[in-house]
């Protein structure tokens, strides 16, 4: 069988030089110093929270079974623990990473004692976790029988961070204008004691097409596909909330949010410049950049609601439920379409594309004609 042979790419450094209790050591932050010629597998390194550190243990044996150190006596192999005693001597340990400066990486949680060899880094692996969550019988058949289960108790305890999560699922990334968006349905929906099902029983305003809205329709669960979102186009983070009864709410961003925001954030501004404005690409720079982004989109959720938003009770004038048109075949295409979106000739029916009829387009730019 072939053999295999491991260069460290770095050391650890703390105040452990001997082996001891792992509790003691996992106490106390430890420094991962990693040797100059492999800098650039750093790249990005502190947007991960947690990391995993693969280490050799040095000053151990190999063996095949250990003492169980909470039941002195009861041997076991040691493929069923941690110990550091096995037949490759490596270990791993998962660790959060507390900030890296240079080559340097202050870690919280690792237990290695000084100068044990670092022989690899990676981010964290949770799909598995995710997977099984996700695929317990017993929570899926509560999410097919309330789709928006989950979603309701996080509103209701108002676990903006949980709601900011899912939301980036939709909306692709993070940024204060997701979070103030969830901020405010969060607010309105726990105001009206709300709950959608989807039915248009429950109508969300909103007054921009930007990523607030995103926000609004994923704690709401009012969206454009279900009839219950009504956009109007005057680029304004705001919105309401409201029943069929027509008595809103409506949450709308102060005009000193932003600044707010940036004051809360001071180093998020200086990165900006240089990353975005001034186009310095230094993969650590924009690597401090994307984390300190992603800090001040969550760290907006922390930030005094009343700082950032002011309410205000309206009356709605609500549409009529959405209409259910008949389907027709345009005649040149022959693609099935929405009845009044077609032109009607003596030959029969067509599309709007196929017969050059103007339409409404809604882009990043808002309402204009197609």
């Not at 968006?181 to 607010?187: E, P, S």
């Not at 401090?288 to 930030?303: C, D, H, Q, V």
């Not at 009829?357 to 990043?364: K, V």
């Given at each position: 069988?072939?053999?295999?042979?491991?260069?460290?790419?770095?050391e650890?450094?703390?105040?452990?030089?001997?082996?001891?209790d792992?509790?003691?050591?996992?106490?106390?932050?430890?420094?991962?110093?990693i040797?100059?010629?492999?800098?650039?597998?750093?790249?990005?390194?502190?947007?991960?929270?947690y990391?995993?550190?693969?280490?050799?243990f040095?000053?151990?044996?190999?063996?095949?079974?250990?003492?169980?150190?909470?039941?002195?006596?009861?041997?076991?192999?040691?493929?069923?623990?941690?110990?550091?005693?096995r037949?490759?001597?490596?270990?791993v340990t998962t660790?959060?990473?507390?900030?890296?400066?240079?080559?340097?990486?202050?870690?919280?949680?690792?237990?290695?004692?000084?100068?044990?060899?670092v022989?690899?880094?990676?981010?964290?692996?949770?799909?598995?976790?995710?997977?099984?969550?996700?695929?317990?019988?017993?929570?899926?058949?509560?999410?097919?029988?309330?789709?928006?289960?989950?979603?309701?108790?996080e509103?209701?305890?108002?676990?903006?961070?949980s709601?900011?999560?899912?939301?980036?699922?939709?909306h692709g990334?993070?940024?204060?204008?997701?979070?103030m968006?969830v901020?405010?349905?969060?607010?309105?929906?726990?105001?009206?004691?709300?709950?959608?099902?989807?039915?248009?029983?429950?109508?969300?305003?909103?007054?921009?097409?930007?990523?607030?809205?995103?926000?609004?329709?994923?704690?709401?669960?009012?969206?454009?596909?279900?009839?219950?979102l009504?956009?109007?186009d005057l680029?304004?983070?705001?919105?309401?909330?409201?029943?069929?009864?027509?008595h809103?709410?409506?949450?709308?961003?102060?005009?000193?949010?932003?600044?707010?925001?940036?004051?809360?954030?001071?180093?998020?501004?200086?990165?900006?410049?240089?990353?975005?404005?001034?186009?310095?690409?230094?993969?650590?720079?924009?690597?401090?950049?994307?984390?300190?982004?992603?800090?001040?989109?969550?760290?907006?959720?922390?930030?005094?609601?009343?700082?950032?938003?002011k309410?205000?009770?309206?009356?709605?004038?609500?549409?009529?439920?959405?209409?259910?048109?008949?389907?027709?075949?345009?005649?040149?295409?022959?693609?099935?379409?929405?009845?009044?979106?077609?032109?009607?000739?003596?030959?029969?029916?067509?599309?709007?594309?196929?017969?050059?009829h103007?339409?409404?387009?809604?882009?990043?730019?808002?309402?204009?004609?197609?």
């Amino acid at each position: 069988m072939q053999n295999f042979q491991f260069e460290p790419v770095g050391e650890v450094r703390n105040s452990f030089d001997s082996p001891e209790d792992y509790r003691k050591i996992k106490e106390e932050d430890s420094r991962v110093v990693i040797y100059d010629r492999y800098t650039e597998a750093l790249t990005g390194i502190e947007e991960n929270d947690y990391i995993d550190i693969v280490y050799f243990f040095h000053k151990s044996r190999k063996t095949l079974q250990t003492d169980t150190p909470n039941n002195p006596g009861v041997m076991r192999g040691v493929f069923a623990t941690r110990s550091p005693k096995r037949p490759n001597l490596i270990g791993v340990t998962t660790v959060k990473l507390m900030r890296r400066s240079g080559n340097e990486l202050l870690v919280r949680g690792l237990d290695a004692i000084n100068g044990t060899p670092v022989l690899d880094i990676k981010n964290c692996d949770t799909s598995l976790f995710a997977y099984e969550y996700d695929n317990n019988p017993v929570h899926r058949g509560k999410l097919k029988g309330s789709p928006r289960i989950d979603i309701r108790n996080e509103i209701h305890s108002q676990r903006t961070e949980s709601l900011m999560i899912k939301a980036g699922q939709i909306h692709g990334h993070f940024c204060p204008g997701l979070a103030m968006g969830v901020m405010a349905a969060t607010y309105a929906m726990n105001e009206k004691e709300a709950e959608s099902d989807g039915m248009e029983d429950l109508l969300a305003v909103t007054e921009t097409n930007n990523c607030f809205s995103d926000g609004v329709q994923f704690v709401t669960g009012c969206t454009f596909g279900n009839n219950a979102l009504i956009f109007k186009d005057l680029g304004k983070m705001a919105f309401t909330l409201t029943k069929r009864d027509g008595h809103g709410i409506r949450v709308s961003s102060r005009a000193e949010a932003r600044e707010v925001i940036n004051e809360a954030f001071p180093d998020y501004q200086n990165l900006y410049q240089k990353v975005v404005e001034e186009q310095n690409r230094d993969p650590q720079l924009m690597a401090a950049y994307r984390k300190t982004s992603l800090e001040r989109s969550f760290g907006t959720l922390t930030i005094d609601f009343e700082k950032l938003f002011k309410v205000e009770r309206v009356e709605v004038d609500i549409p009529g439920y959405a209409k259910i048109y008949e389907s027709v075949i345009c005649r040149l295409c022959g693609e099935s379409v929405m009845k009044p979106r077609t032109c009607e000739t003596g030959e029969g029916y067509v599309c709007f594309t196929c017969g050059g009829h103007s339409y409404s387009l809604l882009d990043g730019n808002g309402i204009s004609a197609g």
